[in-house]
């Protein structure tokens, strides 16, 4: 993994756009040592589901919420990429939950434009004080549906949400009128990278309709000192145990399946409620 903690460079760039790219966190091997396991996790497969994007298509996911020991756990919990979000959030994280987005070619569903914030308020998070590390497991491109972002957009503060499909979309005319006046950017990923962005910035991804698949996985931090003020289906501050980095590889050799469910805390679609408060969008 790459170990070098982040410059003051790029903690400003972090803070002025919203969001920062980290080229090459998990090396080669590594990466193809996720995607190999990520595939042919039978357990992860029976513990995905669907998120309708109300233009047709599903998102596959999956879903859970405490690291383990297996390479999933390993990459949430190892050193360097703990240590970039303690130095994003300036201060003490835990785990407040990873998934695996399953963006299958030509079949993978689109995200609505939104805000990870605008899920996470109705958990009783009482400020925006996340990030989120997507890894890039497959090269994503335009053409298999990367993620965008408007950059700065994390600045306009949390938008209201309503439901799309099954997902929770930021007000479009705000998010409009962000794109008149703020930068739209495709983030295209090789293998490895990963992105770290703000809670509250607004980011979005179309269907893959290409031949080619565009997984990730990502982990969210959550600032120990944002504990929610009450329970919900993600965690509350829970210690988080971080490893040394060389632990990733070590774990790849291990199913996922070898950690027992209760362990992982897997989240089914009727056990994820952050979006469940939020009203229909009316067509």
Partial sequence: MNSNRLTDEQLRAYAENGYLLVPGMLDGSEVDMLGRCAREDRVLDQ???????????????????????????MIARSNS??????QIL???????HSKMIMKDAKVGGAWTWHQDYGYWYQNGVLFPDLTS???????ATRENGCLQVIRGSHKMGRIDHILTGDQAGADMERVTQALERLELVYVEMEPGDALFFHSNLLHRSDQNRSEKPRWSMIC??????????????????????????????????????????????????????????????VS
Avoid: M
């Fill in 47 to 73: 513990h995905s589901f669907g998120r309708a994007d109300g233009e047709g298509g599903t998102v596959r996911l999956s879903l859970w919420n405490h690291p383990t020991d297996t390479i999933y756990g």
């Fill in 81 to 86: 990429l703990v240590g970039c979000a303690e």
């Fill in 90 to 96: 300036v201060g003490e994280v835990y785990h407040y």
């Fill in 133 to 139: 590390a997507f890894i890039a497991v497959d090269r």
């Fill in 220 to 281: 969210c931090y959550n600032a120990a000192r944002n504990d929610p003020y009450k329970e919900s289906h993600h965690p509350r501050y829970t210690p988080l145990k971080k490893v040394d980095d060389t632990e990733v590889l070590k774990a790849g050799s291990k199913r996922f399946a070898d950690a027992p469910e209760s362990e992982a805390a897997w989240l089914v679609a009727e056990k994820d409620t952050s979006a469940a408060g939020l009203k229909k969008q």
